[in-house]
């Protein structure tokens, strides 16, 4: 058995296929839809690489059947800006892509989904300063509302099949070579363009205050939610 890891040529993915590869894991499956493998670079032999898209059923489930993995890092998905821009194709990606990989584990026995959901799954009606578990989520975006929908419906999964399913909600994510827009992409550009020498507008109001983590802290943070108890 193995390790397989949706979105796993993106920014999350390939650090967390970096890190499985340096504890010992053989060949994790890294199923993406882009054909840009410029992040693995390094380690591009070492990885099973698969192409498919998380919208069709049909590729998600010949993947989880021919390699039979111990656990999926799913961590494929549409950033917010993009799914703005088009809420089917989010849908299709986000939403019913993991239905697709939660069935795939229930159908073929896969103990263990990891779910990388996001603070985007709340809007900006919060009261109080502490955000915690019984703060509504009423996200403003069509992104957030997939992934709150992929949250509970990997609890449902976790309820009546007995799924090991978890969630980290990831902030914004920084780190260098950011390419995707995001609403807060902001965050990674911004260290990037002043480095470079060149100005940069921020898209936000002086007083936003958001959370950021950077890139090999999120891989890291994952991997331990898999390992823990």
Same mark, same amino acid.
């Given at each position: 058995?193995?390790?397989?890891?949706?979105?796993?040529?993106?920014?999350?993915?390939?650090?967390?296929?970096?890190?499985?590869?340096?504890?010992?894991?053989?060949?994790?499956?890294?199923?993406?839809?882009?054909?840009?493998?410029?992040?693995?670079?390094?380690? !591009?032999? &070492?990885?099973? #690489?698969?192409? =498919?898209?998380?919208?069709? @059923?049909?590729?998600? $489930?010949?993947?989880?059947? *021919?390699?039979?993995?111990?656990?999926?890092?799913?961590?494929?998905?549409?950033?917010?800006?993009?799914?703005?821009?088009?809420?089917?194709?989010?849908?299709?990606?986000?939403?019913?892509?993991?239905?697709?990989?939660?069935?795939?584990?229930?159908?073929?026995?896969?103990?263990?989904?990891?779910?990388?959901?996001?603070?985007?799954?709340?809007?900006?009606?919060?009261?109080?300063?502490?955000?915690?578990?019984?703060? !509504?989520? &009423?996200?403003? #975006?069509?992104? =957030?509302?997939?992934?709150? @929908?992929?949250?509970? $419906?990997?609890?449902?999964? *976790?309820?009546?099949?007995?799924?090991?399913?978890?969630?980290?909600?990831?902030?914004?994510?920084?780190?260098?070579?950011?390419?995707?827009?995001?609403?807060?992409?902001?965050?990674?550009?911004?260290?990037?363009?002043?480095?470079?020498?060149?100005?940069?507008?921020?898209?936000?109001?002086?007083?936003?205050?958001?959370?950021?983590?950077?890139?090999?802290?999120?891989?890291?943070?994952?991997?331990?939610?898999?390992?823990?108890?």
């Amino acid at each position: 058995m193995t390790v397989l890891i949706t979105g796993g040529t993106g920014f999350i993915g390939a650090e967390v296929a970096r890190l499985l590869l340096n504890r010992g894991e053989e060949r994790p499956v890294i199923f993406h839809v882009s054909g840009n493998t410029q992040r693995l670079g390094d380690v !591009l032999d &070492r990885v099973e #690489l698969v192409r =498919g898209d998380l919208g069709n @059923f049909n590729h998600i $489930l010949d993947v989880v059947k *021919k390699f039979r993995p111990s656990v999926i890092y799913h961590l494929g998905a549409m950033l917010s800006v993009p799914s703005e821009a088009d809420p089917a194709s989010a849908i299709y990606t986000n939403a019913m892509g993991t239905f697709h990989v939660l069935e795939a584990a229930r159908l073929f026995d896969v103990p263990q989904v990891l779910f990388s959901s996001s603070v985007g799954t709340y809007g900006y009606d919060i009261t109080g300063n502490v955000i915690d578990d019984s703060t !509504l989520q &009423r996200p403003g #975006l069509i992104y =957030g509302v997939t992934k709150v @929908f992929g949250e509970h $419906l990997g609890l449902s999964y *976790k309820r009546k099949y007995n799924l090991d399913y978890r969630c980290i909600r990831y902030p914004s994510i920084i780190g260098p070579g950011v390419k995707t827009p995001g609403a807060v992409q902001y965050t990674s550009w911004v260290i990037e363009e002043c480095a470079k020498g060149k100005p940069f507008t921020i898209w936000a109001q002086p007083e936003t205050r958001f959370p950021v983590l950077y890139f090999k802290d999120a891989a890291r943070a994952i991997v331990q939610l898999a390992d823990a108890p």
